[in-house]
């Protein structure tokens, strides 16, 4: 069993950042890859950022490249998402998920197997 749980949410203006940190407990998160979806109110969980196990390979959604980076520090069992220049539209609740398959980089929900509660992102305009 994997448990995970995201911080660092919150109210920010747009053109702000933030950065989300996602806690994983137990050594088997080293080799797991770890994405970062988004759930906007009325929408479905979307993609957003992956990270390989050995953070040697990371991949993004499309709205959120060259602003977002996802990166991970096996040695404290974190993963991060650092969001700069945020827009209205990144408002949402945040998930980091945990992947156990032998996918590099997952970038569907169905690929992840463990999920944390969510943090919430508010961007006002």
């Known amino acids: 069993q994997v448990q995970l749980v995201e911080s660092g949410g919150g109210l920010v203006q747009a053109g702000g950042s933030l950065r989300l940190s996602c806690a994983a407990s137990g050594r088997a998160f080293r080799s797991y890859a770890m994405g970062w979806f988004r759930q906007a109110p009325g929408k479905e969980r979307e993609f957003v950022a992956t990270v390989s196990w050995n953070a040697g390979n990371t991949d993004y959604a499309d709205s959120v490249k060259g602003r977002f980076t996802v990166s991970r520090d096996n040695a404290k069992n974190t993963v991060y998402l650092q969001m700069n220049s945020l827009k209205p539209e990144d408002t949402a609740v945040y998930y980091c998920?945990?992947?156990?398959?032998?996918?590099?980089?997952?970038?569907?929900?169905?690929?992840?197997?463990?999920w944390g509660q969510g943090t919430q992102v508010t961007v006002s305009s």
């Open positions: 998920a945990a992947s156990t398959r032998l996918v590099v980089l997952p970038t569907t929900m169905s690929e992840y197997q463990y």
